[in-house]
């Protein structure tokens, strides 16, 4: 955690949010700091919160028991509301997340804003306005989960994609790409990313779908590489030699060669053979040679190259 972070206190009652909403909203929340206390309220003797239950241990959220001792009568807001102030006067957070759709919490949302703390409301659709206006920011659940609906529709061909470069950069910097290190790094790009979405429970299980990549196993270690269809490639590399050579000694510039090798092979990506660069993949082709810089390269059949030197 950062030093100069912020941190909340998240208070969630129980009654009146469902638990489907929990992962947007420790999403959502996350943009404004970091969150220090996890509490949520409510009779957990009772069947109505069940769902709560089974999401609690896997989001480190601490239960707070309250006995509804009179029908009617919502022992949950106070138990809230006397938390909330005793957290407040610990000095330890720069503010507050209160999650409900529950009015009666309007009055403690303005203290604490007294108290100039950030107040952060998030409750569904049918929160009344009262409890809205009194927090410093509303955000209505529905929203978050349609957003979360969203962004983890991230397609196959996106994650096949991102892989296939983070092999290439490290490749290109003579370095092996790890199975840890692409878990990793896909959480990064896409913060929901689970495989689990996708019917796999395991990450090398999914990756070993993508025709485009290889798992290499070696004992307990999992690297992650370019599948190559040999075949393919010997197509395409014989396809570059024949075009350079029928070029002769005048050569054939590099941006020439590219339009004509994406006109006749559709799908030719330079990245599913390890290169970032066109120019790096065709120079690493044998009787070829390359010569100038940036957009005036040309590239030069090895005969013609010996020719020109005995001249």
């Known amino acids: 955690m950062k030093e100069n972070e912020n941190k909340y206190a998240l208070l969630i009652d129980a009654d009146n949010v469902s638990a489907k909403y929990i992962k947007p909203i420790l999403d959502e929340l996350s943009k404004y700091g970091n969150v220090t206390y996890k509490r949520i309220y409510g009779d957990w003797t009772t069947t109505h919160n069940a769902s709560w239950k089974e999401?609690?241990?896997?989001?480190s959220i601490m239960p707070i028991q309250q006995y509804s001792y009179t029908q009617g009568k919502n022992a949950t807001d106070s138990a809230m509301i006397i938390?909330?102030?005793?957290?407040?006067?610990?000095?330890?957070v720069d503010g507050f997340c209160i999650v409900s759709s529950d009015s009666d919490f309007t009055r403690l949302a303005?203290?604490?804003?007294?108290s100039g703390q950030n107040v952060i409301g998030m409750g569904e659709e049918k929160t009344p306005t009262a409890f809205r206006q009194a927090c410093n920011i509303f955000t209505t659940l529905e929203l978050l989960l349609s957003d979360e609906e969203e962004s983890a529709a991230v397609s196959k061909n996106q994650i096949e994609e991102a892989v296939i470069k983070i092999i290439t950069e490290n490749q290109n910097n003579g370095r092996e790409t790890g199975l840890a290190e692409v878990g990793n790094r896909l959480v990064k790009l896409y913060p929901d990313f689970d495989v689990r979405g996708y019917g796999y429970s395991m990450l090398y299980k999914f990756l070993e779908t993508f025709p485009k990549l290889k798992?290499?196993?070696?004992?307990?270690?999992?690297t992650v590489?370019?599948?190559e269809d040999p075949g393919k490639r010997e197509g395409i590399e014989k396809y570059i030699v024949d075009e350079v050579?029928?070029?002769?000694?005048?050569?054939l510039s590099l941006g020439t060669l590219g339009q004509r090798i994406h006109t006749h092979f559709k799908d030719f990506q330079v990245r599913d053979y390890g290169y970032s660069q066109l120019k790096n993949y065709i120079a690493s082709i044998p009787y070829i040679h390359t010569e100038g810089e940036g957009n005036q390269i040309t590239i030069f059949y090895e005969e013609e190259k010996l020719r020109r030197r005995r001249k």
Do not use: C, F, H, P
Not at 55 to 59: C, D, G
Not at 215 to 222: N, Q
């Open 55 to 59: 999401v609690l241990l896997e989001n």
């Open 83 to 92: 938390d909330a102030m005793d957290i407040l006067y610990t000095g330890k």
């Open 110 to 114: 303005s203290r604490l804003r007294e």
């Open 215 to 222: 798992i290499i196993r070696e004992g307990t270690l999992m």
């Open 225 to 227: 590489t370019l599948y």
């Open 245 to 251: 050579k029928k070029s002769g000694k005048q050569g």
